[in-house]
């Protein structure tokens, strides 16, 4: 390898040298479109009014948030079933839906639906939830918090209302930036549904924004003039 450059009068010095700075710069700009979120899952005692007596039960609940243009994606998890019914449930016949409360730098409420059950749901057993979601629109800027509130579950024309009675904690915190401002002033949340998954990251605006410019200017200013080097080197061969 050393002969080869040797007989093409190459130094890989800068070539390593410009690779290292690209990689630097790469990584900066991944670093710095990290999300900031914290979830954690939270059991949440679950007291429900139903057509026939009140039942409590209680379900670890997690909620997701998933970047999606201005907006997240939010997906609410119930670990366990709860309340229950005196007769069977068939397919289809159950319809869930609950509220996520948000707070922190904004405050009110967001929908999230689920679909109905899809296999039978035998009595006195506890109604498993599948996964609720819905569309978090910030309008503030800030830390918000969300957290589990009203559980509804609609079944044989029917409702059961569900409220949590052991005021839980945050399951998901999130820095947001909305576009209504800059400071962190309460606002009203959006209340529509849709789907969502997890995994992606949170947009980042602002400042972190402008960094990850730079970055990649500096990164495309170098580029250009390594390019510019090796066009100037091999016309000096040529001469």
Known sequence: ??????????????????????????????????????????DVNYQCKTPIGNKGAVSPIDIKGTPS????????????GVSSSPVELGK?????????????????TVQVTGPPNDQ????????????LSGTYTPKGSGKVTLTASTLTIKALGTTTTCTPGNHPKPSLSLDVKGAGGTGGAPGGGSSTTG???????????????SAV??????GTVLLAGAAGALWLTRRHQRG
């Not at 243009?69 to 366990?80: C, E, N, Q, T």
């Not at 039978?120 to 996964?131: C, F, G, L």
């Not at 997890?198 to 980042?204: H, R, S």
């Open 120 to 131: 039978a749901i035998p009595a006195n057993t506890p109604i498993k939830i599948s996964d």
């Open 69 to 80: 243009g201005g907006a997240y994606k939010l997906v609410m998890s119930f670990r366990k």
């Open 195 to 209: 789907g969502g998954s997890a995994g992606e990251q949170l947009p980042q605006t602002g400042p972190a924004d």
């Open 92 to 108: 289809g016949a159950m319809k869930p839906s609950a509220l996520i409360r948000l707070g922190g730098a904004e405050s009110g």
């Open 213 to 218: 410019a730079l970055g990649t200017l500096g």
């Open 1 to 42: 390898m050393a002969r080869f450059y040797e007989q093409h009068g190459r130094r890989p010095g800068r070539a390593a040298g410009l690779a290292a700075a690209v990689a630097m710069a790469a990584g900066s700009a991944v670093m710095l479109t990290a999300p900031a979120a914290h979830a954690d899952v939270v």
